[in-house]
C-alpha cells in the first residue's frame, strides 16, 4: 500500500481478512506517509488499522522506527529491502564529456525533477558539452516538453517518456551517474538499479536513502529543494 486514498482502499481488505481470520501483511511503500500521518485528524484510526496485520513491512530502519514510534508493536515490523532485476552488463566508457547522468521518476515536485530543470536552465551555458541527462517518467509530461523546448534545453536534456524494457536498460548502460532530488521517498528502486550498475549518486537524505548513499563516499546528498546544493553536485561530477 501507499498513503491516502491507497490505503484506504488496502485497509478495507486488510480488516477484511482479519475478521475471516486470516493472516495479513502490509508491505508499506508509501514515501508520503509521515505527511499523511501528520496531517490527519484520525492518528489513532490509522494506527489501529495498521495494527490488524500481523506484520507490516518497512523498506529501512528508518522508517521501521517511524511505524513503531506511532504505536506499532516492534515484533510486528519487519525490514526487508527493496529488490531489483540483477544488472546487464554496462558499455565499457572512458569517463568524458559530456557527464551522463539519467532521473527516472515520477515527473511531480516530490522527485525533485523540477528543481533540477531549474537548475539547468539557469546554468545552461555553463553545462553545455558537458553534461547531458535522460530522464523518464511518467505525468505532466506536457509542461515537460514545453519547458525543454521553450528554453532550447534539448542540447543537455532529453525526455524519453515512461522508461521501460529495453529502453531502460539502454539508459543505465549509457549512464554515468543517477540523480534524484527526492523530497521524500521509501527506498527507491532507481537509486538501486543505478548503484547495481557501479554508478554514485546524487540524491537526498530522507526515507531509506542513507541506509544505502553515503555522503561523499558513493554519492552525494543534497537537502530537498536546495538548488544551489543541485548545481554544486553536478560542477563536482
Known amino acids: 500500500t501507499a498513503e491516502r486514498g491507497s490505503f484506504y482502499r488496502k485497509m478495507l481488505v486488510a480488516k477484511t481478512a482479519s475478521f475471516f481470520k486470516k493472516k495479513v501483511i502490509i508491505h508499506m511503500h508509501a514515501a508520503d506517509f509521515k505527511e499523511f500521518y501528520q496531517d490527519s485528524n484520525d492518528k489513532q484510526g490509522i494506527v ?5 496485520c500481523d506484520r507490516l513491512i518497512a523498506l529501512s530502519p528508518s ?8 504505536g506499532l508493536p516492534e515484533q510486528k515490523v519487519i525490514i526487508l529491502n527493496n529488490i531489483i532485476t540483477p544488472p546487464q552488463k554496462p558499455n565499457n566508457r572512458k569517463f568524458e564529456y559530456p557527464v551522463r547522468m539519467h532521473f527516472f521518476g515520477h515527473l511531480a515536485k516530490r522527485k525533485g525533477i523540477w528543481d533540477l530543470l531549474e537548475v539547468l536552465k539557469e546554468h545552461h551555458d555553463e553545462l ?22 521553450e528554453n532550447q534545453l534539448d542540447d543537455v536534456a532529453k525526455f524519453e517518456g515512461w522508461a521501460y524494457g529495453k529502453l531502460k536498460e539502454d539508459i543505465l548502460k549509457w549512464s554515468d551517474i543517477l540523480i534524484l532530488p527526492s523530497y521524500n521517498e521509501g527506498l527507491p528502486i532507481a537509486i538501486l538499479e543505478a548503484m547495481s550498475y557501479g554508478m554514485p549518486i546524487i540524491s537526498t537524505p530522507v526515507g531509506g536513502i542513507p541506509v544505502v548513499v553515503k555522503n561523499h563516499h558513493n554519492g552525494i546528498l543534497v537537502t530537498p529543494g536546495n538548488k544551489e546544493e543541485i548545481w554544486q553536485s553536478l560542477k563536482y561530477f
Open 48 to 52: 489501529k488499522s495498521l495494527n490488524v
Open 63 to 70: 522508517w521501521r522506527d517511524f511505524y513503531v514510534s506511532i
Open 128 to 149: 553545455r558539452g558537458k553534461y547531458f541527462l535522460r530522464f523518464g517518467g511518467n505525468e505532466y509530461e506536457d509542461e515537460i516538453k514545453k519547458l525543454i523546448a
